[in-house]
């Protein structure tokens, strides 16, 4: 056949173009990638929705949550006349290939964070960062009172949602009694299991080596508490 010629396939008396193959398939080719991108776009949106939403309701409150914040320091402030403990002074062997900062790794709640430290007049600024070591309480080696770890539900807008989801305390709720706490402190690892899991607006078991806490929502001044025991081992 000479170039520029048409080519085309007989079924019967009908003549089908391979161009109106080709055209057909493109056209439902199109089609099919139109209704993914619309659909990928709307499971972003909703995934945006779910981390994002509380921080912009908040926001737009007029909050950005310092109120949250509050909410959490008034817990460490009621918690000042925790009475003091003697408690055994067990110690895990220092190991020298451990990190020198302080670390907190929930597995079951997904968190990977940094402690930070701060006195109570100043807690905002580690709740900025992540999970904050409430100051005048105990430490993994100093157990006369407990350690106190709090942080913000939900964090800041400013915060990508990797960063919440490792540096907030978004999962606590996902942490229950016979999961493990792992501190690094010192360079020394500190593991503690979960014996009680609470909501309510104070703590309520100052004798728990480690308690965790946040806020439940954004307008409520209920708080999500876990309590647990340090494991000899």
């Not at 056949?1 to 056209?27: A, N, P, T, W």
């Not at 110690?91 to 670390?103: F, I």
């Amino acid at each position: 056949m000479e170039q520029g010629e048409i080519y085309h396939v007989y079924q019967g008396r009908r003549v089908f173009k391979v161009e109106d193959y080709k055209r057909e398939s493109d056209l439902i080719l199109a089609r099919f990638l139109t209704r993914t991108a619309k659909y990928l776009f709307l499971v972003g949106v909703l995934v945006l929705l779910i981390f994002f939403a509380p921080s912009i309701w908040y926001y737009l409150k007029g909050g950005i949550p310092n109120n949250i914040s509050e909410l959490l320091a008034r817990t460490a402030k009621e918690a000042e006349t925790a009475p003091i403990t003697v408690k055994p002074a067990y110690q895990p062997k220092l190991d020298a290939t451990l990190p020198q900062e302080s670390r907190l790794k929930i597995v079951s709640a997904k968190i990977d964070t940094q402690i930070n430290e701060a006195t109570l007049d100043n807690y905002e600024e580690a709740l900025r960062k992540g999970v904050w070591r409430v100051s005048d309480f105990g430490t993994p080696a100093d157990r006369s009172k407990p350690v106190i770890l709090a942080a913000h539900r939900y964090g800041y807008l400013a915060w990508s949602i990797p960063y919440r989801l490792k540096n907030s305390f978004y999962n606590l709720p996902k942490l229950k009694t016979g999961d493990t706490v792992e501190i690094i402190w010192r360079q020394r690892k500190y593991i503690y299991e979960v014996y009680r899991e609470e909501d309510g607006e104070t703590i309520t078991d100052y004798s728990a080596d480690l308690i965790l806490y946040t806020c439940e929502s954004l307008n409520s001044p209920v708080r999500i508490f876990r309590y647990a025991r340090l494991l000899e081992i």
